[in-house]
Each structure stands twice: as structure tokens, then as C-alpha cells.
């Protein structure tokens, strides 16, 4: 018997999904109100469903320029309210997901952790649960290059097929909920694909992450306060770029993949610190508005990670971080200080204020 002729596979040409009704968790939060403003202004026939309980770092005002589109509609509700998530997504017939809700200070975990679960994991399990038998053809689950922890001078970039190995409390949560909706994935086929993203800065964030901290503080006459000896490194990606990245994967992206959005920009804190000040107070010194503070009881050395995968979609980062920076110092010159309901004046504290029952979110001010 002659042996079987080998036959060489065909290869298919992955088709572009086109969604029709999309949900965005936390979308006016700070990343997600950059990707709803995107798809609602640049994809007029897609239905944007802005889903966020609007808790202290989020804010409505994020999202004005686009809430008298046709094409948008915001909805107030919590993850964990799983009867609210159906009638959602039943009434408004969302065939898309993008779950970027959660909470995401790593300073605050350390001292209010429990919040993380509740928030990061078990609303994650709700929606994925919801989301199953809904006929979902898109889940892209929002999470952070913090679930691979630390690196180290000498190692190899992360790529996403990397141990994950997170070190504080908010990474644990964000890798705990990645093995909840890849477990859907495995287990119910839940179209589920994953993203993990460097440090982002630009406008829309709450000023409790370094970069709209310190630019406050400074405004305010106020130095910079470094965790530690401020040697610790970060690479920081512009907002509108990431948003691009998610629009790009929500097209492109190959579902059961998981995405890293990155870029080159790498600074140690100390570093992104003086670039600050310099573009807030270009004529003064930066020594003489940088201070020193306790260090977090874990701070990781760096995330260093490989986006080679995400750039072969046809993504790449456009903004440099010196473009980046000038135009996040105006926004946050010229934001009003009730952008955010809760103020900003307890998040520029070196570290979190605890507020009565043992929380480390800002107090209402």
C-alpha cells in the first residue's frame, strides 16, 4: 500500500471582526473613556454602551464630548450585580466586551486589598458568568503587565506566554481574574481575548498614579515625593496610543490570545520626576522640587515586555514621551477641580490617606 501523500494545510486568512454593540466596563474611568470617545467618534455605526458604577477615580465628565452622540449611552451599575449585566446586555444586544473595570492603585492595595477582590476578581467571574450564555462574540479582558512581576537588569523581555508571577495585592487580583476568563475561554469557549499594558499617563487619570500626581503637586507649589531612592524603573505609553491598541485587537486580535501593549519609553521615577518638572517649571532646578519618601513595602525594579506580537497587527505607539508629557501637563494645568467628584487633594499625599472603615480611597472633600 503506497503511503499517504502528505497534504500541506490551507492556510484561512483571518477575517476583521466588525462588532455592532459594544459594552465598556469602567468606561468612564481613565484608558476606557479614551477607547469609548475613539469608537463612538471614529465608528458612527457601532453602539457604545458605557458601563461604570462611577467610583472615585471615574468621572463623567471624561466622557462630554461624546454624551450627546447618537451612538452612546452611559448606564450606572456595579460588576456584581449580575440581573443588571443581563438586562443589559439582552436589552442593548452587546455582541462585545471590554472589560477594563477594576480597581488599579497599587499603593491602595496594600492597605485595602479586600476591595481588590471584590472589584478585580469577583466582578471579573460575574460578568465572564453573565457574559456565557449571552452570545458574546468578543470578550477583551483588560490587565497589566504587573501580572508577570518584577524584572530585572539582564532578563529577557516578557512575552505572553511568561509565568505569571505578580508581587502586590492589585496584581494578584488582575492575575486572578485573567485565569477566570481563561478558564471561560477553555471550559465555554467564551471568545476571550487578553491584554497586558505598560504604565499609561495622559489625561483622564485620577491624580493618585505618579505622573498627574506630581504635576498637580507641583502646580500647587508642592515637590515631587519619591518612593524609595526613586531607581525604579517604568515604561510609560500615552493614553490615545493605548486606546489605538485596543481599537487594533478588538479588530485584529486573535481570540484565546493574549496581547501586550507596550512601548520604549523607559524612565527610572527619579527620571520622570525631573522631565516634570521641567515641563512645569522649565526655568527652576528639579533638585529643588524632589523629595524623598518611604518606599511601598514591595516595590517591583521594572516590567519589561515584548509587544512584538500586538505589532504585528499594525500597531504601534506614535507619541513620544516628550510630546506625551507636554500634553498632559496642560490638560492637568487647565482641568477644574471638581473634574472628579471626590476631589484630588488626599491623592497627592506621599502615600494613601486611610479614611474611616479602614479604606485608603480618597475621603469626599
Not at 262 to 289: F, Q, R, Y
Request: one cysteine or more; proline letters at 6%.
Amino acid at each position: 500500500m503506497p503511503p499517504l501523500k502528505k497534504v500541506r494545510p490551507t492556510l484561512i486568512k483571518q477575517q476583521d471582526f466588525e462588532p455592532k454593540n459594544i459594552l465598556v466596563t469602567g468606561g468612564a474611568g481613565f484608558i476606557a473613556s479614551h477607547v469609548v470617545i475613539q469608537l463612538v467618534k471614529q465608528y458612527p455605526h457601532y453602539n457604545v454602551v458605557c458601563f461604570d458604577k462611577l467610583d472615585y477615580c471615574s468621572s463623567l465628565k471624561n466622557l462630554v464630548e461624546v454624551e450627546n452622540c447618537p451612538n452612546y449611552k452611559f448606564v450606572k451599575g456595579n460588576l456584581l450585580s449580575a440581573d443588571l449585566l443581563r438586562y443589559v446586555i439582552e436589552t442593548e444586544q452587546i455582541d462585545t466586551i471590554i472589560h477594563a473595570a477594576a480597581q488599579t492603585h497599587v499603593d491602595n492595595s496594600f492597605g485595602n486589598s479586600f476591595a481588590f477582590t471584590e472589584n478585580n476578581v469577583m466582578g471579573t467571574h460575574v460578568l465572564a458568568e453573565t457574559a456565557k450564555s449571552c452570545g458574546i462574540e468578543r470578550f477583551i479582558h483588560v490587565s497589566t503587565d504587573e501580572v508577570y512581576g518584577s524584572s530585572y537588569d539582564g532578563e529577557e523581555r516578557h512575552v505572553e506566554s511568561d509565568v505569571l508571577e505578580p508581587t502586590n495585592p492589585y496584581a494578584a487580583t488582575k492575575a486572578a481574574a485573567e485565569n477566570i476568563v481563561k478558564s471561560y475561554w477553555h471550559s465555554f469557549k467564551l471568545p476571550v481575548i487578553i491584554t497586558r499594558g505598560n504604565n499609561v499617563y495622559g489625561p483622564h487619570q485620577y491624580p493618585e498614579k505618579v505622573v498627574p500626581k506630581f504635576i498637580r503637586r507641583l502646580v500647587k507649589g508642592e515637590p515631587c515625593c519619591l518612593h524609595g531612592d526613586g531607581s525604579h524603573s517604568r515604561h510609560f505609553i500615552y493614553v490615545e496610543d493605548v486606546a489605538k491598541a485596543f481599537l487594533k485587537i478588538l479588530h485584529k486580535g486573535v481570540v484565546g490570545e493574549v496581547y501586550n501593549i507596550g512601548c520604549e519609553e523607559e524612565c527610572t521615577n527619579l527620571e520622570i520626576a525631573e522631565k516634570l518638572v521641567k515641563a512645569v517649571k522649565p526655568k527652576e532646578s528639579p533638585k529643588d522640587h524632589i523629595i524623598f519618601v518611604a518606599d511601598r513595602p514591595f516595590n517591583d525594579v521594572r516590567y519589561y515586555i515584548s509587544s512584538k506580537k500586538l505589532m504585528s497587527l499594525g500597531w504601534k505607539p506614535e507619541v513620544s514621551l516628550e510630546e506625551g508629557i507636554k500634553r498632559t501637563v496642560e490638560w492637568y494645568k487647565n482641568v477644574p477641580v471638581d473634574w472628579w467628584d471626590v476631589g484630588t487633594d488626599s491623592a497627592l499625599a506621599p502615600h494613601p490617606v486611610p479614611v474611616p472603615g479602614g479604606s485608603s480611597v480618597p475621603a469626599r472633600l
